[in-house]
């Protein structure tokens, strides 16, 4: 394999990586400070994997040890690092592009440990596909938090369920005044990656502080993505919808319990205004981690897990965190029509639990007429409890035997246009067919809104802790296809489409897997068969990402 053209860059390690001590991994090979000042060695990226130098140190200096332990769970054991991997099997000579997948990827600040996967601080992986070859990379994002908890070695701002410790009385009273005007609020930008329309790559969390733009290429941190209107808010949903044209989201509001629906075109940053939902039900609205479109509408839901102001201000985490499950205020589903901003349905459902929502379309007669909104989701069964598996420490202790991951569904919401009152919640397909595990999903995206026949997602081989398989979901046939490594962890199956396609499934799987030994690889399945077409074995194991973007070739 001929290899890149050579460049020399640094790559960084720090004092937060204290698990890495004075040892420096490069490339293929740790060594320690001693080691490389005897070996004088130059650092040296962007060759191919194979052709990484060997470098071994004399054997009283050898630090090279195998954890056989899932990396998933654990923070991630450098700050950066590039190279190409060795490809097996074939990678389609059309893929040419960059995938990027963020997600929390260090646990720690100092000796404390973060509590829950949604705490870490922001790792990006990078797979860049050129003509059959894999380039990988991954970097922390230089958020301020991040930033902060680094050179203080301690938390500075708010987490998702991590709060900074007060020093003293009055600190805590300024504390509150700065969480009332947002700025204590984290800018950990850990949940996704968007590339907008006109091309900028956005990383995301639910704080509307923490969007922060990056470079594709380096991975650098290029500064704060900022909203040049005024429409305020702290939290927005996690999961824009983001298409060549727009970025649609939905901005929670907790004095009056509603959310304001909002539009931002391409080119711009600034939102603008569709429309306003209330709520029906409750004290607070319900968490909005994501949300579906139509090609016409968009839906708002109301779960009944909502936002709890109280639990904001607590230091200490709550069973449910900043939320709380309130049965008996309902749930229900919104639909706005998003040119004009009315609200065309408003529907109580059974009540339900999802973060993710898959996709929605618009169910017509034979006329033509739309006579309802069919929206699908990641449902877990109107349980909590999914949260409370999400802890690291449940996480860490699995022991590979017990069957604890509470069943989920493709949960399938009709919510009729007529005027009724109810809308309905049935699972779309059979949910023995994936385990009774789904979550982390994605689609063709040229069918977004659209009617679809296929969803990618991870499910479940039981007993499991955690969702362990990919699956793809056919929702014509009501079957489901798996892949399954026994003992891995695979992250959110990503589906790019071949340029030129007619087949809804014609194009390829993109995945990173923690594997059993503590390794990591990327996984490319063929998006028509599901049958694996290649992988490459990352240097060391990386921690479980959340949510990716496609950046194609220019
Ligand atoms: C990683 C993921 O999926 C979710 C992350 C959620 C975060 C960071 C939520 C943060 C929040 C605060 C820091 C205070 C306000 C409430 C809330 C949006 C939950
Ligand atoms: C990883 C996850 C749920 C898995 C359970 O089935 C949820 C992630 C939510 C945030 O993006
Ligand atoms: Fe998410």
């Known amino acids: 394999m001929a290899s890149f053209a050579s460049s020399t860059r640094k790559i960084y390690c720090n004092k937060m990586f204290d698990h890495v001590k004075d040892e420096t991994y490069f490339g293929k090979v740790k060594i320690n400070e001693k080691t490389k000042k005897n070996l004088d060695i130059k650092l040296v990226t962007n060759v191919a994997a194979s052709q990484l130098p060997v470098i071994v140190p004399p054997p009283d200096q050898q630090v090279i040890k195998k954890e056989k332990k899932l990396a998933a769970w654990t923070s991630v054991r450098q700050e950066r690092w590039e190279g190409e991997l060795v490809v097996e099997g074939e990678l389609p000579l059309w893929l040419n592009g960059t995938y990027l997948r963020n997600g929390p990827g260090q646990w720690h600040v ?19 596909f ?26 500075c701002y708010r987490e998702f369920s991590e709060v900074p410790k007060p020093d003293n009385f009055l600190s805590y009273i300024g504390d509150l005044a700065k969480l009332l005007s947002g700025a204590s609020l984290t800018d950990n930008a850990n949940t996704g990656v968007v590339k907008l329309g006109d091309g900028r790559v956005v990383c995301l969390t639910e704080t509307i502080k923490g969007s922060i733009v990056i470079d594709p290429h380096t991975l650098d941190t290029l500064g704060k993505f900022e909203y040049s209107d005024t429409l305020g808010g702290l939290i927005h949903s996690a999961h824009p919808i983001v298409t060549d044209s ?37 004290p607070a609205p319900g968490w909005v981690h994501s949300f579906p479109v139509t090609e016409h509408y968009i839906v708002v839901p109301e779960m009944p897990l ?90 860490r202790s699995y022991n590979g035997k017990d069957d604890v991951l509470p069943d989920a569904r493709v949960g399938r919401f009709r919510i009729p246009l007529d005027g009724s009152p109810y809308g309905e919640l049935e699972a779309a397909l059979d949910p023995n067919e994936h385990g009774r595990g789904m979550d982390m999903c994605s689609i063709n995206p040229v069918y977004l809104g659209k009617k679809y026949r296929y969803a990618y997602a991870c499910g479940a081989k039981r007993p499991c802790n955690f969702p362990n398989t990919l699956t793809k979901i056919d929702l014509f046939d009501k079957k489901a296809k798996i892949w399954y490594d026994e003992g891995a962890v695979p992250s959110e199956p990503f589906f790019v489409a071949r340029p030129g396609a007619t087949e809804e499934d014609d194009g390829v799987v993109i995945s990173m897997i923690s594997d059993k030994n503590g390794e990591g690889y990327a996984l490319i399945l063929d998006g028509s068969t599901f049958e694996e077409i290649a992988r490459a074995k990352f240097p060391y194991g990386l921690p479980y990402g959340l949510h990716g973007c496609w950046v194609p070739k220019k």
């Not at 970097?139 to 301020?144: A, G, K, M, P």
């Not at 009540?351 to 379309?361: D, E, Q, R, W």
């Open 306 to 395: 909502r936002y709890c102001a109280q639990n904001l201000l607590k230091a200490e985490p709550t069973p449910l965190y900043k939320f709380e499950w309130h049965p008996n205020s309902k749930g229900f589903m919104h639909v706005m029509c998003k040119a004009s901003g009315n609200i065309v349905a408003s529907v109580e459902v059974p009540l339900y639990v999802t973060f993710h929502f898959i996709n929605a379309y618009e169910e017509k007669d034979e006329d033509g007429r739309v006579t309802a909104v069919i929206a699908d989701c990641c449902e877990h069964s109107a349980d909590t409890t999914i949260l409370d598996k999400l802890r690291l420490d449940n996480l």
């Open 130 to 155: 050129e003509n059959g070859r894999l380039i990988m990379g991954h970097r922390q994002v230089e958020s301020e938090a991040y930033k902060a908890a680094k050179s203080s070695n301690k938390i």
């Open 110 to 128: 100092g000796n404390y440990n973060f509590r829950h996967l949604f705490d870490g601080y922001a790792t990006l992986v990078r797979l860049h």
């Open 246 to 282: 727009e970025f649609l989201t939905l901005i929670p509001d907790l004095i009056k319990p509603g959310y304001v629906v909002v539009r931002m075109e391409a080119g711009s940053n600034e939102r603008k205004y569709i429309g306003r939902v209330n709520c029906r039900g409750g």
